[in-house]
């Protein structure tokens, strides 16, 4: 298996080529491997929800206290720029690898061009979520803690219930950090590569680093790539999951129920702005999720 | 790096008889084989050790892929094995498809043409010295371009499609095949197909690795040429640092039809200043409706090079593409 490919330069050096091909078949591989195990685990032992309660009581109490039947999830711009993102690794994914494959199309202008799109719409990510919040996607001690002790009752242990989570559980964090250090791998190396070939905006030059700098940068991006193979197949397995359904119908309308929301999190690290409060006119019916300033407040 | 010349490395050589045989052999053994035909470039590639394959499939020895035959369209079909000599002298050729048989005449020498067939012209491999030489290049799966450097020697190197690699198509007849709107006949073990001969030759936007779209398991068995440009009037022109066993600096193709003294119908190719041979469709809309004569010579010429991005030492390719194409459209003589 070739983990790395090397090349000869004119001097007679061994310099790094890149990322051996063949990792994108482990890549693949492992993905299947998770999807396959996670998948005979949850046969085996159907979800639970952590610390089942009485629902019906705590629904009851909570609409008492003004909790909407819908609750705002995925306010409309991250939802738009999930799915365009979701378009661009789609279209970054098939122009990187179906050459790779021996599918023959003109794939370089399409690839830089859509890792364009991928870098715009970074930046709009992160503008927008530093207007919503940063810390909902942080990592507490609480989620440590609760990974730990699930992990625990997992291997048949005595630990506590884990409690319920805020607005996103750990796995959805890990997943969006991992997201993130594989996606500023693949766009900082991307927008480097560039350099190397003409753009309507500049002319090539490939001598900006030397061979062997060179050989790191496509390896980062060649790692960063193919671990993105891994980790979308694992997102598109659970997005397809029907316990997860109404997690990826909130990515498409926007809201969860009241009963989801109550059921999967804790309302006092995820607090939604009760009915009462809402302002008169359309912003009423779909109230805003304070998420964000709740898990600051704790 | 090649370090060893005239002697080749060790491969297993096979020889089928049939083109079955010969498809199921590269079908087993996949990337590791490679399609000897004439042996002029495999042979280069083996003695310099830089192309190392472990199976050599021998198809000389299959007759199904020699001679040319008439179709039942009026065209012809011209097995891959075909020498060029052959296709050079051949009546039928000569009669209806000149433009093949100049541009077969033009390739290299007479003893190369004897050997050296119309299937390994149209699949060979560029002559970049840098890649022939052995280093590691894009072309050859690394990172660099050395032809592309500051001090590069790339005088024999691209004008246009320039994506990383810089390196050149070297064959003469595949702008004549353009012209003729030949179909290159592809068999594997999942059966045949028929690729346009514009489409058979690929930049290194789609594989920088490779020239034509033939991958591994792939045999080109013939090329079938339709009547639809038979009897035309043909135009064929090759530039090269010396007029035998030389490679184009630039060469042209193309085939009109002319009544009533003005262009009715025309396709016009040109090779050497691409990673594949261009045809050039934008210059013949311009042309069609307009007398083929100096003027109309002089515009296609203009037409022909927008675009072009010379690197540092092929500039001269410029003018020299620009007055080829004039020449075609407007004819040498004149």
């Known amino acids: 298996m070739e983990i790395l490919r090397w090349e000869r330069n004119p001097w007679g050096q061994q310099v790094v080529a890149g990322l051996g091909w063949d990792m994108l078949y482990v890549a693949a591989a492992a993905g299947l491997v998770f999807v396959v195990a996670d998948a005979l685990y949850r046969w085996r032992r159907p979800t639970r929800i952590n610390g089942e309660e009485d629902l019906a009581r705590l629904m009851a109490a909570e609409a008492a206290r003004g909790v909407p039947e819908r609750v705002v999830r995925h ?30 199309f003109s794939w370089v202008t399409a690839h830089w061009s859509a890792g364009l799109v991928l870098t715009g ?30 992990v625990r009752r997992l291997l048949g242990k005595e630990a506590p219930v884990p409690g319920k989570p805020g607005k996103y559980p750990l796995e959805n964090k890990l997943f969006h950090h991992a997201t993130s250090l594989f996606g500023l791998g693949v766009i900082g190396t991307g927008l480097l590569m560039m350099v190397r070939v003409d753009t309507p905006f500049w002319v090539r030059n490939p001598y900006l680093l030397p061979d062997a700098t060179w050989g790191v940068i496509y390896v980062i991006h060649g790692a960063s790539a193919v671990a993105f193979v891994t980790m979308i197949m694992a997102h598109i397995y659970f997005a397809a999951r029907p316990e997860k359904r109404w997690i990826t119908w909130s990515m498409i ?4 129920s009241r009963a989801h929301y109550l059921a999967h999190h804790d309302p006092e690290l995820w607090r939604v702005v009760p009915d009462g409060r809402r302002a008169a006119g359309r912003r009423s019916e779909s109230p805003v999720s304070r998420g964000g300033q709740a898990e600051a407040q704790r | 790096m090649s370090v060893i010349r005239d002697v080749m490395p060790d491969f297993d050589l096979l020889q089928p008889a049939t083109i079955d045989d010969a498809v199921q052999l590269l079908a087993r053994h996949g990337r590791d084989a490679w399609v000897l035909a004439g042996g002029l470039d495999s042979l280069d590639w083996f003695k310099d050790r830089v192309k190392r394959p472990r199976v050599v499939v021998d198809v000389s020895g299959i007759p199904e892929l020699r001679g040319v035959r008439r179709t039942s369209d009026g065209g012809l079909e011209i097995g891959a094995m075909t020498t060029l000599t052959e296709v050079a002298t051949h009546p039928d050729i000569l009669e209806r498809y000149r433009v093949l048989a100049d541009a077969a005449r033009k390739v290299a020498s007479p003893q190369i043409r004897n050997q050296g067939t119309i299937g390994g012209n149209v699949s060979q491999d560029t002559r970049c010295h840098y890649y022939r030489g052995g280093l590691d290049c894009y072309r050859a799966g690394g990172n660099t371009c050395y032809a592309d450097t500051p001090a590069g020697q790339n005088r024999e190197h691209c004008l246009f499609g320039a994506d990383r690699c810089v390196a050149v198509n070297p064959s003469d007849t595949a702008p004549a095949l353009i012209v003729l709107d030949a179909r290159m006949v592809i068999r594997n073990a999942r059966g045949e197909r028929e690729v346009p001969a514009e489409e058979y030759f690929i930049g290194p936007s789609v594989d920088i690795t490779r020239m034509t779209v033939l991958q591994p398991g792939d045999l080109l068995v013939s090329i079938r040429i339709p009547p639809t440009w038979a009897g035309a009037r043909f135009y064929f022109e090759k530039v090269a640092d010396r007029n035998a066993w030389d490679f184009p600096l630039v060469n042209v193709a193309s085939a ?4 009533g003294g003005v262009i009715e119908g025309i396709r016009l190719a040109v090779n050497g200043v691409a990673a594949r041979p261009m045809r050039l469709t934008g210059v013949e809309e311009s042309v069609v409706g307009e007398p083929p004569n100096e003027d109309t010579g002089e515009l296609a010429g203009q037409l022909a090079i927008w675009g072009a991005r010379p690197l540092n030492y092929n500039h001269f390719k410029v003018p020299l593409m620009k007055n080829l194409v004039k020449r075609a459209i407007r004819g040498g003589e004149t």
């Open chain 1, 121 to 150: 719409l970074v930046l709009f990510h992160i503008v927008h979520s530093a207007f919503m919040g940063l810390r909902t996607m942080w990592i507490t001690r609480r989620d440590i803690q609760d990974a730990y002790n699930s």
């Open chain 2, 256 to 259: 009109m039809f002319v009544r």
């Open chain 1, 75 to 104: 306010p409309l711009a991250s939802r738009i720029f999930h799915w365009a993102m979701a378009a661009t690794m789609f279209a970054l994914l098939v122009t990187a690898f179906l050459p790779i494959l021996g599918v023959q």
């Open chain 1, 253 to 256: 309308r926007g809201w969860i």
